[in-house]
Structure formats: C-alpha cells, structure tokens
C-alpha cells in the first residue's frame, strides 16, 4: 500500500510540476510579448546616439559649405558673384533667425 501511496503522490506531484511549468510558460509569454511592445532603453540609446552623429554629420556638411563659399568669394570675385553671396547669406541669416526665435518655433 506504501507504494501506491508513494506512486499517486508521485503523479501528483508530477501534476503539480506541470502545472507551476504552464504557469511560469504563460509569464514568460506574457512578460515576452510586453518586452517587444515596449522600447528597450538600450535601443533608446542607441536612437539617440545615432540621431548625435547624424546631426554632427550635418553640422560637418554645412561647414563644408561654408569652406567652399569662403573659397569663391575672395578678392577679385566678380561683382554678380558677391551679390548672390551676399543675397543668400542674408537670406540665409534672416531665415535663422526667425527659425531660432522661441516664439515662432511652434509655427513651423
């Protein structure tokens, strides 16, 4: 009688195991599916670490720009030359500045 006391003890607690491994499955699950639904913090970082060497990259560009603009206007440029730099550098100028004033940021 010990044994099948000791053999239906068994199978429950094999019943019991699955159950704890059925629940801890479904957590799992549960928990995986929230993970993918919500950003990761390293990837956050990763985000905003791309998004600094992107702008950097910009700022790098428009230095560039501003290089070969120095370049063609120097003494001895012709006249239409120097009138369309001075046009658009001041064309330029007022765009960035309307663009940087705080209260027109929330218009554009």
Same mark, same amino acid.
């Given at each position: 009688m010990d044994s099948l006391d000791t053999l239906?003890?068994?199978? +429950?607690?094999?019943?019991?195991s699955d159950n704890i /491994? /059925?629940?801890?499955d479904e957590l799992y699950r549960?928990?995986?599916?929230?993970?993918l639904e919500e950003p990761d913090s390293s990837m956050e970082l990763m985000d905003t670490h791309s998004e600094d060497e992107d702008h950097i990259r910009k700022i790098k560009e428009f230095q560039d720009y501003l290089q070969k603009? +120095?370049?063609m206007i120097k003494p001895g440029c012709s006249e239409e030359v120097l009138k369309v730099a001075l046009n658009s550098m001041s064309s330029l100028v007022g765009i960035l500045a309307f663009?940087?004033?705080p209260k027109h940021r929330s218009l554009l």
């Open positions: 239906g003890s068994s199978s +429950k607690m094999t019943e019991e /491994n /059925n629940v801890m549960e928990a995986g599916i929230t993970l603009v +120095k370049i663009m940087s004033y």
